[in-house]
Structure formats: C-alpha cells, structure tokens
C-alpha cells in the first residue's frame, strides 16, 4: 500500500518561488517513477512532471525552465521547485506513484497572488 502526503503549498507572490515536497509511505520508493499533476480552478487535471527511481525527469512543455522535479531516496520524498511564479500557475498540485495502478496524495494548494 501507498500514502502520498504532500506539503509546501500556499499563497506566493508572483515572480517568488516554492518547493512542493510529498513524502513516501511504502515500499520500494527507490525504483517508484513519481509525478506531480495540477489541477487549476476550473480546469482539467494535468501532468506536470515525472521522474524514475535513477532520477531521469520529464516535463510537460509549458514548464520547462521554471520546475525542477527531484527526489531524495534516502527520505523517501519528491520535490517540485517552481520559480518564477506565474498566476497561471495558481492550482491543486498532486504528488503520484506509479505501479500497476497510479496512487494520488491529496493535493497541496498553490495560489499566486499577482
């Protein structure tokens, strides 16, 4: 069984900066691909980022350059580094683990104040 619980949400300024983490409960976190989705008010969900268990991250074209996906294995926790905020990027974020099925944390609030 897999618990995602993320945290480092809130309300930034546009232009500042935040880092999402989401801790890990479970087994095998090592070699567990991870992702981050967002969900903006009104909008459908959306992929953000991923990142596999050797570290090789992907990101959706609309983000590159201002997220940074990583992870500690020793902490079992991923992180998402989002610079240079944008009131688009106002949204739920949403760590995920994947395995034969995709397990979702419950979301942490980001809210950019323009």
């Known amino acids: 069984q897999v618990q995602l619980v993320e945290s480092g949400g809130g309300l930034v300024q546009a232009g500042g900066s935040v880092r999402l983490s989401c801790e890990f409960s479970?087994?095998?976190?090592?070699?567990?691909?991870m992702g981050w989705f967002r969900q903006p008010p009104g909008k459908q969900r959306e992929l953000v980022a991923t990142?596999?268990?050797?570290?090789?991250?992907n990101y959706v074209d609309s983000v590159k350059g201002r997220f940074t996906i990583s992870r500690d294995n020793a902490k079992n926790t991923v992180y998402l580094q989002i610079n240079n905020l944008r009131p688009e990027d106002t949204a739920v974020y949403y760590c995920?683990?994947?395995?034969?099925?995709?397990?979702w944390g419950r979301g942490t609030q980001v809210t950019v104040d323009s």
């Open positions: 995920t683990a994947e395995r034969r099925m995709r397990y």
């Open positions: 479970g087994s095998a976190f090592s070699i567990t691909t």
């Open positions: 990142i596999a268990g050797g570290g090789s991250a």
